[in-house]
């Protein structure tokens, strides 16, 4: 039997990892890997249904791409479990009977028993070598020694190495047959170090080609994030529009529930009036029938009998009246019918529908405090209030039914009119100042640096968005200034290209503006650039002003010779149905007209004198 020296010094060991086979497997060139270090190799490979031999660098088919059923060299595996199995003995000892090794110097390629290793630690020329215990070498984290003694020569150590045949060899070998063969033969410590040298190199240009690809597996990671970032804030943008365009829908669907509210009320208040006057002639019947039933308990003579005789008369003219014929109650039944709802569905476009068959009327005629000084209507956030701004005069609430409730600011000449979200009011005069206000129009502190009136012109519409922003326009620059509630410069201009902002009204669900231009009578939807988005021309003859209803729908009043005519229209300003036609307005002083909608959804139209409240 060979001993574990004899034994280990054959090819046992795998070329690639250098320890001793672990499940070889052997290539269809023959050569011989561990399983382990093959699938290392497939994996610097782009092939994977072929491995190429480290060696010769001949392919070897892959059945499935998996190593695992490469054919199992089984000879070898059995010699490495038997060298695996059998202890190492001591390969120092001068003895017959060898003793166990417990340990392996790398330096002297020797197996050493215990007393061999004690005599080996004490030598002074040894005390530097590198000393291991057996258990790594036998577990593979060790290697043994490279070098060995020559087969041909058993004293001579191989301590050189032939390039060509690319094997060490002894001296006497490297002379006799590898120099006169015309090899070149090194020092293998020479060799050695070259080698190393080459492995350092690789190992740098490694670690620099990793650090590398590293930091760009950062970079991807980076990219990765970046698009996570972008997809996630798309879904928010989602769902907050969704959230916005639900938000819009409920509101109007609440409008129209409130129409329908209306209608009900309008129609049950005919019938109530009917069922009134019918219960009031069942009354009146009652009260004659026991006036003439009266007249059965004693003997009627003289006065009596006269009274009896009227009261009987009365009677029979009463009973001589027409019955109900239910024609006026069946009217109002059938008109409440012809009401229909009509969906308003296109591409686009947010609008739930609209009801029709009935009509608008006006609902309120109210003479303004100050004739001839309208400025601007605006919806209050509040009570379902407008506020209508007039020059000089303040600014005035009115309920939907006409009220004047309340009047402030009266010696403020109020050319604009917007209110934030918490309720304070926005206000502009004017020589274009903007001034803030609480809730008890008590002036605020803060300061907005806005055009002159030589620089903008007086006129021009003011709004507040729905993040607060205010609005500021100017008819004769064609600029719109958006400034923040805290006042100072704007934070942004807004070029009017083509059109002039003499009214602003903002979406609530974009950052969209509707602008009127009173001059041209078109009606521009913007972007918050400023770029149009949709224009509604004027129609021949007419003037044009608009306002953003709550549901951001749009309503449009278009005035000619004295006659006002309003329609509905989406926000990308297509047409949803007319409301009110050819109304005759009371003659103004001066053309000046405003809309707006009130909170609870009837419409406010106001001209230079009065103000005109429509309803179902």
């Known amino acids: 039997m060979a001993t574990f020296h004899q034994i280990s010094s054959q090819n046992l060991e795998c070329p690639i990892c250098l320890t001793l086979f672990n499940q070889p497997k052997s290539l269809t060139c023959s050569h011989t890997f561990c399983k382990h270090c093959l699938e290392r190799v497939l994996e610097t490979q782009r092939n994977q249904q072929a491995v190429k031999c480290p060696v010769c660098r001949e392919g070897t088919p892959l059945p499935s791409g998996n190593v695992g059923k490469l054919q199992t060299n089984v000879p070898l595996s059995s010699l490495v479990d038997e060298v695996k199995a059998k202890s190492p003995t001591c390969t120092v000892c001068k003895m017959d009977e060898k003793l166990p090794a417990v340990s392996y110097c790398q330096d002297c390629g020797k197996y050493m028993c215990k007393s061999c290793e004690k005599a ?21 984290k060790v290697p043994i020694k490279r070098r060995q003694k020559c087969k041909k020569h058993p004293n001579d150590d191989e301590e050189y190495f032939c390039t060509g045949c690319r094997e060490y060899v002894c001296l006497r070998c490297g002379m006799l047959d590898h120099l006169q063969a015309g090899h070149q033969i090194k020092e293998a410590s020479i060799h050695e170090d070259k080698v190393m040298t080459n492995i350092k190199e690789l190992q740098e240009k490694t670690k620099s080609k990793k650090t590398t690809i590293e930091n760009h597996i950062d970079f991807i990671t980076t990219q990765r994030n970046e698009i996570t970032n972008t997809m996630r804030k798309l879904n928010v943008d989602i ?92 009217g109002v039944t059938e008109r409440a019918k012809k009401i229909s709802f009509r969906k308003h569905v296109k591409v686009n476009e947010l609008c739930l529908g609209a009801l029709e068959g ?27 209030k407008i506020a209508v701004g007039t020059r000089p005069g303040g600014i005035h609430f009115f309920s939907p039914n006409g009220e004047l409730q309340q009047s402030v600011l009266k010696n403020v000449c109020v050319t604009g009119i917007g209110f934030l979200s918490d309720g304070r009011g926005v206000v502009r005069n ?12 008590k002036k605020l502190y803060v ?46 201009e807004i070029v009017c ?21 009173i001059s041209e009578s078109d009606i521009v939807c913007i972007d918050g650039k400023g770029k149009k988005k949709n224009v509604l021309k004027v129609k021949e003859g007419m003037l044009a002003y608009p306002a953003v209803c709550r549901d951001d729908s749009v309503i449009v009043a278009w005035v000619k010779d004295g006659l006002v005519s309003i329609d509905r229209y989406t926000r990308d ?43 179902l």
């Open 120 to 140: 080996h630690s004490i030598w002074t020329p040894f005390s530097i070598h590198s000393v291991v215990a057996m258990s790594e070498v036998l577990s593979g």
């Open 239 to 330: 769902d907050k529009t969704y959230e916005e365009y639900m938000k819009l829908l409920s509101a109007r669907r609440e409008t129209l529930k409130s129409e329908v509210k209306r209608l009900l009320e309008k129609f049950e208040k005919e019938l109530q009036t009917m069922e009134e006057e019918s219960r009031r002639k069942v009354s009146q019947m009652n009260a004659m029938e026991e006036l003439v039933t009266n007249g059965m308990r004693v003997p009627l003579e003289k006065d009596a009998l006269t009274a009896h005789d009227t009261l009987c008369e009365n009677l029979k003219i009463f009973l001589g009246h027409g019955d109900p014929d239910h024609r006026s109650q069946r």
């Open 358 to 384: 009935y009509t608008w009327n006006v609902k309120a005629d109210v003479e303004l405090p100050s004739k001839g000084s309208i400025e601007c209507v605006t919806r209050a956030p509040q009570d379902s």
């Open 430 to 441: 004017l020589v274009n100042n903007v001034s803030l206000y609480t809730q008890q129009w």
């Open 447 to 492: 300061t907005f640096k806005t055009m002159s009136d030589d620089e903008g012109g007086h006129a021009g519409g003011l709004t507040v968005d729905r993040d607060d922003n205010i609005y500021v326009g100017y008819w004769v620059s064609d600029k719109i200034q958006v400034f923040t509630q805290q006042g100072g410069n704007s934070v942004r």
């Open 497 to 517: 290209d083509g059109y002039s902002p003499e009214q602003i009204f903002s979406f609530q669900s974009t950052g969209k503006l509707i602008v009127g231009d």
């Open 573 to 615: 300003l297509n047409h949803v149905r007319n409301l009110i036609t050819d109304f005759k307005m009371q003659k103004t002083e001066r053309g000046s007209y405003r809309l707006q909608e009130f909170e609870s959804g009837e419409i406010a139209f106001c001209t230079s004198d009065r103000l005109y409240i429509f309803d």
